[in-house]
């Protein structure tokens, strides 16, 4: 089994930055496919960013130039830096990890990320 916790969400301030964590743990080799989703309230969950194994990066336009994921492969952790944040960006933001050598997918508990002055 695949245990997959998200840390470090809060509240920031508009034009704030914030960096969420992603860890996976448990029957884990290393991640293949590491994505960030988020879901604000009365909306559809979608991608924010995601990283392939071999360091190949994808965002949303809606956070190109704001926001880079990345990896580190020895923790087995995702990263979401987060930079001039938008009231907009308020979400909860999911992890999702792809294992290598595995079909399964798992998501974290979410963290809640509040953009407000």
């Known amino acids: 089994q695949v245990r997959v916790v998200e840390s470090g969400g809060g509240l920031v301030q508009p034009g704030g930055s914030l960096r969420v964590s992603c860890a996976a743990s448990g029957t884990i080799f290393s991640i293949n496919v590491g994505g960030w989703y988020r879901q604000a309230p009365g909306k559809q969950r979608e991608l924010v960013a995601s990283?392939?194994?071999?360091?190949?990066?994808a965002y949303a336009d809606s956070v190109k130039g704001r926001f880079t994921i990345s990896r580190d492969n020895a923790k087995n952790t995702v990263y979401l830096q987060m930079n001039s944040l938008k009231p907009e960006d308020t979400a909860v933001y999911y992890c999702?990890?792809?294992?290598?050598?595995?079909?399964?997918?798992?998501w974290g508990q979410g963290t809640q990320v509040t953009v407000s002055s």
């Open positions: 999702n990890i792809v294992p290598m050598y595995s079909v399964r997918n798992y």
């Open positions: 990283i392939t194994s071999g360091g190949t990066t």
